[in-house]
């Protein structure tokens, strides 16, 4: 299993070179409310993390990630 | 949060649309009188954007088939097909459906929108998996929604990304349904099936082709993609539409590898909705025959398609995909986008708007749709029409967003 830090320091990562204009924002930031994401550009996310450390992340859970401390936990257990 | 607040929130989002300066969501056509020209706004248009592929809306048999139903059977069932809506003509539409699809059964529904519902909640259920491409349809998600299936995505038309996510759901494999379309709507790119078929049965898994748009239009008969390609017997499920090529309203569900008629006590999209008027069954039982038959209206159709991809891209338009009969100029913006519609339809050309976020992957789309029933002459119109969006856009792009930015 992948660290909860490993897993953070990955999406803040990814969300810097789309979203957050080369800025690493804290992990309690709300993606869509704080960082503009379109529900389309979070599952865009979670298909690069699924990426880079090959798990497979069901969309129906979707509606449960509101931080990128709550994907970073999410994505860690299914590693 | 108020429960009213949604609707506040779409307000807004409607006088968003609204600030592109046109009716973006949806002209209203005020007379048609043809399956390729109709009246908006007062003025009169080439439809080329109403999927009418095959044109068969005015078919004369078609219409006197309708006709003669609602004389013979009322305007509607007022039933669902359970009870009291099942009349002579939908048995006989399922049978000659599975007849010339060459499947073991076919169930019709009252729209697509419901066979893809119906179908895909009622094959999947908890504890079973569905993958689907990345750009499916509404009808789709809601279907795998509705299901209780755990719910994953591969990339659009990627059959490499497939194999890798059915690679790490392991044996859970046969419990999978992957999704797929054959010919997507708003691109008109086609999906490479073969490839598909391959890796879906390398994995075990099972397939089901949301054939909506290729029905009718692709194949020697025109029963689609798989038949084009010499695999409709790889195919485990198949769904489909009579509101393209067929011309009227209504959906199928239907297999060859497996019997899904008893599946008609499960479907509750099939079994608590009210049944397809006996018209609609009648011009689409009649349409089926023409498609059978229909090799030279797909002829026509494919050269149209052929003519107008020509024209756009030396226009200097962006497509999105290889020549069908969905053709999609890919706009710089939404205000350029709602732009050009206007002045189409100025042009007297009325072509579909898809702004974000109806489009895939945020795009901004000119949609345009072409039927075997538009002459060469109103092919050229149509043609002259996208002329005249690229001198004011690409010629004058600054006049442009002047007007609209």
């Keep these: 299993m992948i660290s909860y830090d490993e897993c953070v320091s990955e999406i803040q990562t990814l969300l810097a070179q789309s979203h957050a204009g080369g800025s690493i924002v804290p992990p309690e930031s709300d993606l869509i409310d704080e960082l503009g994401l379109a529900s389309l550009d979070v599952m865009e996310l979670i298909e690069a993390l699924e990426d880079r450390f090959d798990v497979a992340f069901p969309i129906n859970e979707l509606g449960d990630v509101r931080t990128i401390a709550d994907l970073a936990k999410r994505i860690q257990t299914l590693t | 949060m108020s429960l009213l607040q949604k609707l506040d929130a779409a307000r807004d989002f409607q006088d968003q649309l609204g600030q592109l300066g046109v009716n973006a969501i949806g002209a209203t056509i005020d007379v048609t009188g043809s399956a390729t020209e109709g009246k908006i706004e007062g003025k009169r248009v080439i439809l080329a954007g109403t999927n009418n592929y095959l044109g068969l809306t005015f078919d004369p048999a078609c219409i006197e088939a309708a006709a003669q139903a609602v004389r013979t059977h009322g305007t509607g069932t007022t039933g669902s097909r359970l009870a009291n809506g099942t009349y002579a003509g939908h048995a006989a539409l399922e049978r000659e459906l599975s007849v010339f699809l060459g499947t073991r059964s076919a169930i019709a529904f009252t729209t697509g929108y419901v066979a893809n519902v119906g179908a895909i909640s009622t094959l999947a259920g908890p504890g079973d998996v569905i993958m689907l491409d990345a750009d499916s349809h509404a009808s789709i998600y809601e279907g795998a929604k509705l299901s209780g299936a755990e719910i994953y995505r591969f990339r659009h038309n990627d059959p490499a990304d497939l194999d890798k996510r059915l690679r790490r759901l392991g044996d859970r494999c046969a419990r999978t349904l992957v999704i797929v379309e054959s010919l997507y709507s708003m691109l008109g790119d086609v999906a490479p099936l073969d490839q598909f078929c391959e890796v879906v049965k390398r994995h075990g898994a099972f397939l089901l082709l949301d054939d909506a748009h290729s029905f009718g239009i692709m194949g020697e008969t025109g029963r689609g993609l798989a038949e084009a390609l010499g695999i409709e017997d790889e195919i485990d499920f198949v769904t489909g539409t009579f509101s393209k090529s067929l011309g009227s309203v209504g959906g199928f569900f239907a297999s060859r590898k497996h019997d899904v008629a008893p599946l008609r006590s499960q479907i509750r999209a099939y079994m608590f909705t009210a049944s397809s008027t006996p018209s609609v069954i009648a011009s689409t039982r009649a349409a089926l025959k023409r498609v059978a038959q229909g090799q030279a209206l797909r002829s026509q159709l494919w050269r149209n398609c052929q003519r107008v991809h020509e024209g756009l891209t030396s226009l200097g338009f962006k497509l999105g995909a290889a020549p069908s009969p969905v053709i999609a100029s890919l706009m710089d913006s939404p205000e350029h986008a709602a732009t050009a519609w206007q002045v189409l339809l100025d042009a007297g050309v009325y ?45 004058q792009p600054r006049a442009a967003a002047t007007a609209y930015g």
């Design chain 2, 351 to 395: 072509v579909n708007l898809v702004v974000p976020p109806g489009a895939p992957k945020n795009l901004s789309l000119l949609r345009c749709s072409l039927s075997a029933a538009h002459t060469d002459e109103q092919v050229e119109q149509i043609i002259e029409g996208y002329a005249a969006v690229a001198q004011r856009l690409f010629d």
